[in-house]
């Protein structure tokens, strides 16, 4: 394989970082194979990451395995002092939660979103600071909130979520006062980073598929997640795309894309949107056949209309049917409109897949797209990205830190 010269760039770091993390313990030999570069180069960009304690090179234990030659030295990001916090906030529910940059869960923590966006905060805030006394020898290097709807540009505060009626919400802010109010230190501030659910699920797929080096050709991907609404993240070259200008937060809201002229009302105050028939949430309205609910008669969960399809009922297997239909409709027109084939679908909709699976796949089939490119789509995790997307989003940010020229210094 022929390997190139190149200076230690931001973005050969940050590449370096995420790959150690990924496949470590990893052999300076490999990490260099795998950016395509000299292995000079990889250890001009490891040695100060290891005097700075923010990487370790050794040998594995063996334990007690005999072996012949020289024991393989591996890279391990060292994470034992760290700690970063994740926060899901759901439409439903809200998740926080503690972690190691090695995927290792310490503490978790939920309740019932509430209605209120300063009320959500505080009761997150005083999580956060549990969780810290909780790990008072790790030090929090960065937070991830996961939300509901698009963010700004600087990806610090929460510009609408409809299904919630919060607009402008100031989510780092918020959590950062609540910080410097227990440290006593108006200095201290652990990153904040706020960003849309889909594309935090997005950073936590790529991530997942990154730990099977074997596909290391895998390309791009589209992420549709479809629980209450409907999101999309998009991965381009392993990175996920926010777009660019002031207007990136409003890429992958294509829940809100119509799909139905001059249709339901939905709460974004479009008329239509995708996600009114082809989420989790709408399949209760297809299989009540849009009647009002009244008598105090309870809408349907979606679970719930799964279990009696399941159980052979036809009404809730042709309203799933319906929901994939529409479903592939949308993501038809992902596949046009961002030329990316390859598409994932994860959520809540994924517990009825068996269902939904066979008209989403021919609706996708009846499009342009569907006729003329090498398409898939396939079955992603229904739960587990939330929570998972924030720890992704919490720590990238503490990655992205690390390569910046002063990071190693910080």
């Not at 020289?70 to 994470?79: S, V």
């Not at 894309?257 to 009302?265: D, E, F, H, I, Q």
Request: charged share 25%.
């Amino acid at each position: 394989m022929a390997t190139r010269d190149v200076r230690p760039s931001d973005q050969n770091m940050r590449t370096m970082l995420r790959i150690i993390r990924a496949a470590q313990p990893i052999s300076r030999v490999d990490l260099a194979r795998r950016l395509e570069v000299h292995r000079s180069t990889v250890t001009q960009i490891v040695t100060p990451l290891i005097a700075s304690g923010v990487l370790r090179e050794g040998a594995p234990e063996l334990g007690g395995t005999c072996r012949r030659g020289r024991p393989p030295i591996g890279l391990t990001l060292r994470d034992e002092g760290a700690l970063f916090i994740g926060v899901n906030i759901g439409v439903r529910r809200t998740q926080v939660g503690a972690a190691t940059a090695a995927d290792q869960l310490l503490d978790e923590e939920s309740f019932e979103t509430l209605s209120d966006s300063k009320a959500t905060l505080t009761r997150v805030d005083s999580i956060v600071g549990r969780l810290q006394e909780s790990h008072p020898d790790r030090t929090l290097l960065a937070i991830g909130v996961s939300v509901p709807g698009p963010t700004d540009a600087a990806r610090r505060e929460l510009l609408f979520a409809p299904h919630l009626g919060w607009l402008n919400v100031p989510i780092a802010a918020e959590l950062n006062r609540g910080l410097r109010q227990r440290t006593k230190d108006s200095r201290v501030s652990a990153s904040v980073i706020v960003e849309n659910d889909a594309t935090a699920a997005a950073m936590y797929e790529e991530r997942r598929r990154s730990r099977d080096w074997a596909r290391k050709g895998r390309g791009d991907f589209v992420l549709v997640r479809a629980g209450t609404g409907i999101g999309v993240g998009l991965v381009v070259g392993g990175e996920v795309y926010r777009g660019t200008g002031t207007d990136c937060g409003l890429l992958g809201e294509f829940g809100h894309m119509t799909v139905v002229a001059g249709g339901k009302l939905c709460k974004c105050g479009n008329r239509g949107c995708w996600e009114l028939y082809a989420s989790a949430t709408s399949a209760a309205a297809l299989y009540s056949g849009e009647r009002a609910s009244g008598g105090g008669e309870r809408r349907m969960r979606f679970v719930e209309i799964v279990a009696r399809a399941e159980a052979g009922e036809l009404r809730a297997q042709a309203t799933l049917g319906r929901v994939g239909k529409y479903l592939g409709i949308g993501i038809g027109n992902l596949i046009t409109g961002l030329g990316v084939s390859q598409v994932v679908v994860s959520g809540r909709i994924v517990h009825g897949w068996r269902f939904v699976h066979e008209s989403l796949r021919e609706a996708v089939s009846a499009t342009m797209a569907g006729r003329l490119s090498n398409w898939s789509v396939e079955q992603g995790q229904p739960t587990g990205a939330g929570l998972g997307g924030a720890f992704e989003v919490a720590v990238e940010s503490y990655l992205t830190r690390l390569s910046m020229p002063t990071g190693v210094a910080a």
